[in-house]
């Protein structure tokens, strides 16, 4: 969870940086929408690649091997899509819509590059292996601690 979420402040960071950075843009009302669509599509690559390495099962290099198998096509396949989505937003007029292109486009290729070249490569360094960090849900608690809690006979 670590890697993931500083996968996405750097990627948030990169696209709201590059937005000040390179076109000079202040923090109005359109940016801020536009800025929690940013962090929505930030989450999308690193989360689904992280649900994958959590599935597999083993050493941090099965667990990576797996991800990248199960789930790699589909982040690049998803991130072309949502890229050439972005990339028709630039034939618009409305500043709004550039704007919105430019944030798409600069958020899919920093959210695809820190999925696959940063969150990717810290899993396969340092991710858990095994079972290790796994959080039990709630009902698996409750049924382990019934199971040992101590038995009282009937009266």
């Known amino acids: 969870a670590t890697f993931a979420t500083t996968s996405i402040v750097f990627i948030v960071a990169g696209v709201l940086g590059a937005a000040k950075l390179y076109y000079d843009w202040d923090?109005?009302?359109?940016e801020s929408i536009a800025g929690v669509i940013v962090i929505g599509f930030s989450?999308?690559?690193?989360?689904?690649?992280?649900?994958?390495?959590k599935e597999g099962e083993g050493s941090r290099e099965a667990k990576t091997r797996h991800a990248l198998t199960y789930m790699g096509t589909t982040v690049i396949g998803g991130g072309l899509t949502t890229l050439s989505a972005g990339l028709v937003l630039f034939l618009?007029?409305?500043?709004f819509f550039t704007?919105?292109?430019?944030l798409l486009v600069w958020t899919i290729l920093l959210s695809i590059v820190y999925a696959l070249f940063f969150f990717m490569?810290?899993?396969?360094?340092f991710g858990p292996e095994d079972r290790f960090g796994e959080v039990p849900s709630i009902p698996a608690l409750f049924t382990a601690l019934r199971r040992d809690s101590p038995k009282?006979?009937?009266s």
């Open 99 to 102: 704007k919105m292109a430019l």
């Open 121 to 125: 490569p810290l899993c396969i360094l």
């Open 27 to 30: 923090l109005g009302i359109a």
């Open 152 to 154: 009282v006979a009937p």
């Open 92 to 95: 618009c007029t409305l500043t």
């Open 43 to 53: 989450v999308d690559y690193t989360v689904h690649l992280g649900h994958m390495y």
